[in-house]
Structure formats: C-alpha cells, structure tokens
Nanobody, 121 residues
Framework: QVQLVESGGGSVQAGESLRLSCAAS?????MGWFRQVPGKEREGVAA???????SYVDTAKGRFTISKDRATNTLYLQMNSLKAEDTGMYYC??????????????????WGQGTQVTVSS
C-alpha cells in the first residue's frame, strides 16, 4: 500500500510557475502526474521511473520538469511558463511495477487526492 499526498497547487497568472509535491509513504517504481479537467478524461502529464527516466506529454515538454527525491520518496513537478490550458486537478500516481506506458492512467494502482492548479490568462 502506497499513500500519496499532493500539495503545491494554487492560482497563478499565465507565465508564472508552480511546483507540485507528492509525498509518498513508501518507495515505488513508477510515479506520475496526471491532470483532469471536468468533462474530460484524465491525461498523463509527466512520469518518472526508478532509474530517473522521465516521460512527458508533448504539451509539457520544455516547460515542466518531473523529479523524485529517493531519500524522502517525494515526487515533484516543476511547472514553468504556465498557460490557461494547464488548469486542472493534478493527481499523483504510483505503482510498484515498471510501466511500459507511464502516461496511461490505467497502469497505476495508487492515487492521491489531487491538488488544484488554476492558471488565469
């Protein structure tokens, strides 16, 4: 069982930055960040495996950076140059397996409660 607690969301203006954090109760092999907007499917934004290899959705490349502190089992998502379309509830996810497609939500067993990100243009 892995418990996940997200923090760091908020309301910002377009062009500003936010850093999301996800505190995990224990280590896991694959971790990711997902975004959900009302009426739309949950979308994978970024993921990282236990070797530190990241994956990003195209819209996040060059603006977002995912990282993981192994000592504290904390996952981060640094989001720069935020846009209005980045708005949504951001969820942290984890699984004990290495995932071939880490940006697909169905591969993850453990989920946090989410943290809201609102970007105003």
């Amino acid at each position: 069982q892995v418990q996940l607690v997200e923090s760091g969301g908020g309301s910002v203006q377009a062009g500003e930055s936010l850093r999301l954090s996800c505190a995990a109760s224990s280590s896991s092999t694959t971790m990711g960040w997902f975004r959900q907007v009302p009426g739309k499917e949950r979308e994978g934004v970024a993921a990282i495996d236990n070797l530190g290899r990241p994956s990003y959705v195209d819209t996040a490349k060059g603006r977002f950076t995912i990282s993981k502190d192994r000592a504290t089992n904390t996952l981060y998502l640094q989001m720069n140059s935020l846009k209005a379309e980045d708005t949504g509830m951001y969820y942290c996810a984890a699984d004990l397996k290495w995932l071939l497609r880490p940006l697909i939500d169905s591969g993850y067993k453990y989920w946090g409660q989410g943290t809201q990100v609102t970007v105003s243009s």
